[in-house]
């Protein structure tokens, strides 16, 4: 039994494990401070923002190639935050299908569109106003059903 005990504690003292139980320690320190997703707060004014155009048939078309050029790589072609980049990005890209987008006001997903958060960049210097417009107009019509 003592001699248990002490080749136990031996055990424990070895500065390998002492080395490895250490990692572990600031490994789930590490993790436990990545945890919380930083929520993107946007100014109480921006949802008083009205789109300038009126989304027909050929604002949507000309948005739905913009998304397909400017924003798919992260959100996917339909929207769903899959896109070829997604697995490798933190934050993962937003699922603009979901009731957490579609619940947003237009104005706060534009002012989120021409701001941008790292990784997704800002678009008010790449995108005119109406095509970022646009584009908010064709994230309303991928709405899951
Ligand atoms: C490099 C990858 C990337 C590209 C390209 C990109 N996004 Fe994003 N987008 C993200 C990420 C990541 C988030 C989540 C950011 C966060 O929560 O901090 C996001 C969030 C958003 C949001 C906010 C959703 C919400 O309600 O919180 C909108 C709106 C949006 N993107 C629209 C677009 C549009 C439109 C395009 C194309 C013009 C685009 N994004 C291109 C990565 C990208």
Known sequence: MILLLYAH??????????VIA???????VSETKAQP???WVVPV???????TIKADANV????RKNYTIFCSTCHGNTGKGDGMA?????????DHTSDVVQKESDG??????????NPMPAYKQ????????????????????
């Open 86 to 94: 997604a697995s490798s990005l933190n934050p993962k890209p937003a």
């Open 22 to 28: 250490f990692a572990c320690f600031i490994l789930l």
């Open 126 to 145: 790449i995108l005119s106003e109406n095509q970022r417009w646009g584009l908010i107009a064709f994230i309303r019509t991928l709405k899951r059903k």
């Open 45 to 51: 004014s921006v949802n008083q923002l009205k789109s």
């Open 60 to 63: 949507l078309k000309e948005a």
């Open 108 to 117: 706060s997903l534009f002012w989120k569109l021409s701001e941008g958060r």
């Open 37 to 39: 997703k930083k929520q």
């Open 9 to 18: 504690t031996k055990w424990a003292l070895n500065p390998c494990f002492l």
